[in-house]
Each structure stands twice: as C-alpha cells, then as structure tokens.
C-alpha cells in the first residue's frame, strides 16, 4: 500500500489520454449525478411550477411547503423514531454478537467452530429475501410480528452470517501476541476479548455498523411484512404508501425521498474512511 | 503453546460466545428454510390449522406454471445483463479513477451515493425521471425520443436495468478500485523493464490480479439480481401486464396476496436451491481460475 502512496505522487504526469479519462469520468459522474439533482430540484417546486414551467428549470424560490407535507403525511416523528430504533439496536448487537463470535471461530481449533464458521457462511450464499415467506411465517407463529422485539431479531439473524463473515476476514489483523499476554496475566476469554481485541476492532466495526445500518434502514420487504400496526410503521413502509398514491403531486413524495435518505448520507460521510477501506477486506483477501 | 492454554473452561467460554448468534441464526434462517420444506409438501392457505398434505403436487405444478417461467425468464435475463454490465462499468471506472486524473474523490463520492437509497426509493425516482422529467428533453431539444420505459413490457427490462446499474455500479467500482490499488507497483516495474505495452501489462498483470475481487463481485451481483424485488415494488408494480415481474414478486403476490403459502413455499424452496447451486458453480469456478493463475 504504502509503495503505492509513494508511486502515485511520483507519477503525476498528466497525458493526453489523462484528459480523455478525465472528461469520460466527469461525464459519468454528471449523468450519475442528474437524478439526485433532480430529486432535490424537485422538492422545492410549487405545484403550479410542476404544470407551468419548465420542468428543468430550478425553482423560483425555495418552497418548504413540501417537506412540511411530507412530514405530516408520513408521521415522521413516528416512523423515522421507529426507523432508528430498529437499526440501532440490530447494529449495535449484531457488532456485539459477530465480533465475539468470529474471534471465537478464528482462534479455536476445534470442529465446532470450524462447523459454525460453514454453517454461518449458508446464510451468505441464501440471501433472506429468498425466505421471505418462511421467515415471515415462523415470526408470525411465535407471535413475533407487530413487536419490536421481533423486527430486531429478524433483522439480527438475517444478518449475522454476513457480520460473521466480514469479521472473521478482519481478525487476521489483531495480533495474537496480545491476547495471550493476557491471558497468562489471569484475564478470563470475555476480558480478553472486550479489553484487548474488540478495540482493535473498530474498523471492522464501523464497516459492519454502515453496511447494515443501510441495509436495515433501506428494508421494505421484511418491514413491510412484519409490521401492519401504525405505530410501529418503518420509514420505508409510510414511503411505499405515499408513493403508491396514485397522484399527480409527486414533490412531497420526493421531498420525503430527501428526508429518508439524509441520515444514511450523514452516518456514509462521517465513516467514510472506515468504509472504504473496510468493505474491501473481503475482495482483496478473496 | 495455544493448544495447551485451551483448556476446558476456556473452551467453553469461547462456546458461549458463538452460542447466541448461532441460535439466532438457526431459528431465524435455518429453520424457515426447514419448515419452508414442510409447507411446500401441503396445500395449506395460511390460514387454516390444518395443512392438507399433497406431495410433490405444487412442485409438478411449479415446473408447469407458464406464470412461474414467465417470472424464472424475467429474472434470469434481469441478472445476465446486470452481472454483465455492472462488471464492466465498475471495472472501467476503477480503472478510470486508478489512473492519475483529478478530482478523483468527487467523482467516486458521485458514482457510490446512489447504493445509499433504499431500492424502493430508486424505483420511484426513476419512475419519475421516465415519466415527468427526461420527457421534457424532447421539448427542449427537439427530439422525439420515447423516455417512457416503464409503460412498455418491451422497453421495461431496459428502464429497470438502468435504475439498478445507477444505484450499484458504484459500489462495485468501489472493490474493484481497492483491489487494483493493492496491487504491488513492483509487478507492473517489471512488465515495463520487459517492455510490455499498457495493453498487455492490464491482461497480464491487472487482470491476474483482481481475480478474488471478480469472484466477490460477479458472484455478489449474480445473487443480488436473482433476488430483485423492491426495485419493482414501486416503479412497474410488476407490469405492465406480468413483464417485470421478477421471481420474489412471484412468491409474494402468491402467498401473500394470493393465499397460497404451500406453493409459495415451494417456490422459495426452488429459489434457495437455484440460488446456492449458482453460487457454488461460480465459487468453485472463479476460485480455480484463482489458483491457476
């Protein structure tokens, strides 16, 4: 890596066919860039802009009406709560959960880890949406639907396989020198692993806590299922409604799009580094 | 020396710390998967206690469900353009942004945000872009292009796979862009000493190299498309007529909507084995390529 830094800055010359990479990538990034921009170009209209104007033209002046309907229209301090509730607590154990459970798998040699590590990586190969029905039905049965309870279970063992996953390819990077000073100085396995290996961690930790934070937070299909009551109605779900009016207003539905999407974009900026570098683990080590 | 320290206590600590993933797990993936065998053998609607036992019955009928194999040619075609066109996208502009161009970070910031938004969402924006906005190029320039992809069964593979490509080239571009990054400089120094042009130095070098990240990615995105289903939700809603409607639409309009949860089981039993034989072909595949290279 560290070659590379150095290779780069080293060779900074700037080719004919540098230019021509350069205007390809700014034409990508600007097509890639219209639908957002015309999300938020959007959200501010008036509906008589929406019918008058020209439907390229930004907006005369920034019309907060929208936002202010969407938020009544999708009971945001409700649904957004829930939202948050339900991914927090599922990331937060399913960090707990995994990375204990793939120091466990790398340091043991025995059959049953070795089995576990198999039996987890399943769960990989068969994403849930396949399940949607049985996972669905067996949460009905153990009167788990319309419970938080249940949402966050659900959202847990439909994710600890890949949790497992990525944590067990990162625990090549804690040294084992550390652990086991430890743990001739008499610290129990838990010690040793909440002291010692889990700060050692925290890459692996805010990769998983982004990549499922956004997978939870985005779901429709098992919330959707899951859920019926109102007051325990997700984002997504309250989106799907308001999307499916067949109306001709459609800014308060994209206004709700930028309301929805601002958390995730915020949590994606501000572990970015973490991200990157950690969600790359898996394909450089295979 | 670690053989010795683990002893029996530690070993059972160690235990305990997989144990409660593991059952999570094992109710909330393993069993569903079990159960959904039982139900597949039944004609039960969801609702009744009893569950009529019928055999293999909604499995013959699964192979001759012209709305099933409508759903199988619709995803599969979905996925074989995706994997396609989402590898060669994403490698091209990991390429692009490995080169020595600026502006790099606003450009890979750019490609990524959209696998931020919820599929759901991206339906709708596309919706929208389709239906009210690209429209009002014709009038701008001129033109009379047809930007209404969505309102024909013909043109609606086409919309759903840009809206898909939009929202998750990004993310690929993103591992094959760290996998070209962690490739030694050394190796392309020694192509050039043995004079080897750009060309040769990305298929003999580069290529060998990025093996295990084309194995993640092809093998990610193939799995990801069998799976389609919100994208659809609210963009096409399955249409028009049954066009796009995928085999995860499929199982839900006929379990949920349509009452039969024996033969929607069945129909996610066939979709998890479908599933896990794509994905061990193309792991034991793409892993022996690894190593012969």
Not at chain 1, 55 to 67: D, Q
Not at chain 2, 79 to 96: C, E, M
Not at chain 2, 227 to 253: C, D, F, Q
Request: with cysteine; charged share 10%; glycine share 6%.
């Amino acid at each position: 890596m560290k070659n590379r830094v150095l290779m780069a800055s080293g060779k900074e010359k700037y080719t004919v066919g540098t230019l021509i990479t350069q205007i390809f990538m700014t034409i990508v990034s600007i097509l890639f860039f219209i639908p957002i921009i015309m999300v938020i170009n959007y959200s501010f209209k008036t509906k008589k802009e929406l019918y008058l104007s020209n439907p390229l033209a930004l907006p005369e002046s920034f019309y907060f009406e929208n936002y202010i309907t969407a938020y009544k229209k999708l009971d945001l301090s409700t649904t957004f709560l829930n939202t948050l509730i339900y991914t927090a607590i599922s990331v937060v154990i399913l960090a707990l959960l995994c990375g204990a459970s793939a120091w466990a798998i790398a340091r043991c040699k025995h059959k049953f880890f070795k089995f576990s590590y198999v039996y987890f990586l399943v769960g990989i190969l068969i994403p849930y949406q396949a399940l949607f029905l049985p996972i669905y039905i067996i949460g009905f049965r153990l009167g788990l639907t319309n419970s938080r309870l249940g949402i966050i279970l659900m959202y847990i063992a439909t994710g600890v396989s890949f949790g497992v996953f990525l944590m067990t390819s990162f625990m090549s990077t804690v040294p084992v020198e550390l652990e086991e000073s430890s743990r001739i100085d008499g610290c129990s396995i838990y010690r040793t692993y909440f002291s010692i290996v889990m700060p050692l961690l925290k890459p692996a930790i805010a990769t998983l806590v982004i990549m499922q934070s956004f997978q939870i937070w985005n779901d429709y299909l098992m919330a959707n299922l899951f859920v019926s009551k109102k007051s325990l109605k997700t984002l997504t779900v309250a989106m799907q409604a308001l999307f499916s009016q067949r109306t001709t207003d459609y800014t308060t539905a994209l206004a709700a799009i930028v309301i929805s999407v601002l958390p995730i974009v915020i949590l994606f900026m501000s572990l970015q580094k973490y991200f990157v570098k950690g969600m790359t683990v898996g394909a450089i080590k295979g | 020396m670690r053989k010795s320290t683990l002893n029996r206590k530690a070993l059972i600590q160690y235990v305990s710390l997989v144990l409660p993933g593991f059952i999570i797990f094992t109710i909330g993936l393993i069993i569903p998967i079990i159960l959904a065998f039982f139900y597949s053998l039944t004609s039960w609607n969801g609702m009744t206690a009893e569950k009529p036992f019928v055999g293999m019955e909604n499995y013959v009928k699964f192979f001759k469900d012209p709305y099933v194999r409508d759903a199988w040619v619709f995803t599969l075609k979905f996925t074989i353009y995706n994997t396609i066109i989402q590898n060669v996208f994403a490698l091209l502009f990991a390429v692009a942004l490995d080169s020595s161009i600026r502006l790099k970070k606003i450009y890979r910031t750019v490609i990524f945000m959209p696998c931020l938004i919820s599929a759901l969402v991206v339906g709708f924006i596309w919706l929208r872009m389709y239906s009210n906005i690209l429209p009002a190029l014709n009038k701008l320039l001129g033109t009379n292009i047809n930007f209404l992809l969505f309102g024909d069964g013909k043109t609606v593979l086409t919309g759903l796979l840009i809206a898909n490509n939009w929202q998750w080239i990004g993310y690929w571009m993103l591992i094959y862009l760290a996998a070209l990054q962690s490739i030694p400089s050394e190796l392309y120094e020694s192509a050039s000493i043995d004079g080897a042009s750009p060309f040769r130095k990305f298929i003999n070098v580069t290529v060998p190299m990025l093996a295990p990240a084309f194995t993640i990615c092809i093998v990610g995105i193939t799995t990801g498309s069998l799976k389609v289903y919100e994208l659809m939700v609210s963009s096409t809603g399955g249409g028009p007529g049954r066009a796009s409607t995928s085999i995860i639409y499929h199982i839900y309009n006929t379990a949920i909507s349509g009452r039969q949860y024996g033969y929607g089981s069945a129909m996610s039993i066939m979709l998890v084995l479908i599933l896990l034989l794509v994905a061990m072909i193309q792991v034991v595949f793409l892993k022996k390529r690894e190593v012969q290279l």
